[in-house]
């Protein structure tokens, strides 16, 4: 898929900075430095720490910002350096109203759920095959093997790890004694148990523990993805072989640092994620190429896929907002490991939220409407692309279990091509097409024999 070359973004991202150099906000002591091919980090006395995150890309600290930049952006060791902006502080979205009249119209029962003993899998519509993801028709034709398990990453505003269909699906992370606080497995990070909170950090900087939610949105995400199947009682997740690691990275009133989002990227993918899910964005560029850059290395290191939605800013079907010219971010961002979502609905048409971008959106998913598990032992159905994104990792989880195999690209590209044609898409997403579960198997099959 063709998406927009580096020169491009670098000259929208310019135009960006330049209007928004006002109003955006950044850290005042940080400073993302990527180093050329072969070169050494620098020095300068301006310069108090640095850390590298991956590759030859650093995080320093500084009591002098623009000085160190100046210096540092004509020095000849430096591909660039960049200021570690904010998101802005935007309201989250909210749950919606559960509307039983509807979830008892045909299109949410249509449904066998035969494969799943789960009471309030019938509320999931995105399961079924003419306006879905064809997951109940994929599982009663499963491969005969069992899938591997697939770490995944929910890189959010944390997760209630206790919850009735989750805390079964919980990454663990074995080498760590949990409540000692002790670093027992060297890693740099003290007790995490199920992953890291890069929003609260110890005495040394580092990010700490605590990886409970701060709001429903990620355990929202997480249920879509994985919610134990079989168990008896609320819903079913799309994958069955899936570890969730819980990274708490988006505060809940949506002003992450791109200094957070980069180690959320680093450690999940050092820790054996293969997928990342990001159901989240924002307008500004998020330090320039910083985290762009992150998504492939951890892709050419790792072999990780992240997984991002599009964005939630149109007005469908008279104003879509489209990411190609009008960009958000990291959906905009032009790397080979990087899978954007759209928005669809129980009808099958795009939902009227959501972004579009022939060259900047890959692949769509269902994202209206979607019942999933929130905090304390509880419920809800919420809509966007945040939805969507979820959706899509758990049918790339299953088919990363069936095919370990599959690299980040070859995966990305599985799910793109073995996605359900829709006519009005071909105009709108790179692939023209919604994820199909059933499909995506067999592709996958013919790829990886």
Known sequence: MKKLTTCILMTTMALMASAEASSSRFHPKHLFIKLKAGQSMVKSPLIKSSKKIIGQIYLVKTNKLEELEAELSSHESVEYAQKDFYAEKKLMPKLEILDHASLAMKRFTEVNFGSFNDPDSSKLWAFNSTAGMNVTEAYDK????????????????????????????????????????????NNGYIDDIHGINTLVRDAQGNATMDTMAGHWHGTHVSGTIAATQNNGIGITGVASNVKIMAIRTVPDDADELDSNIVEAYKYAAKNGARLINCSFGKEVNEGGMVVRDVIDEIGKKYNTLVIASAGNDSMGPYSWHDNDSSPKYPAAFDSANLLVIASTTSSGSLSSFSNIGIKTVDVAAPGSNIYSTIVGNKYGMASGTSMASPNTTGVAAMVLGYYPNLSATELKAVLMKSSTPVAAFKAQIASGGRVNLKSALQKAKAVKK
């Open 142 to 185: 499963l491969p005969s093997a069992s899938a591997e398990e697939v770490i995944v990453a929910v890189v959010d505003t944390g997760v209630d790890h206790n919850h009735e269909d989750l805390k079964d699906i919980m990454w663990t992370n074995e080498k760590e004694i949990a409540g000692n606080g002790i670093d027992d497995d």
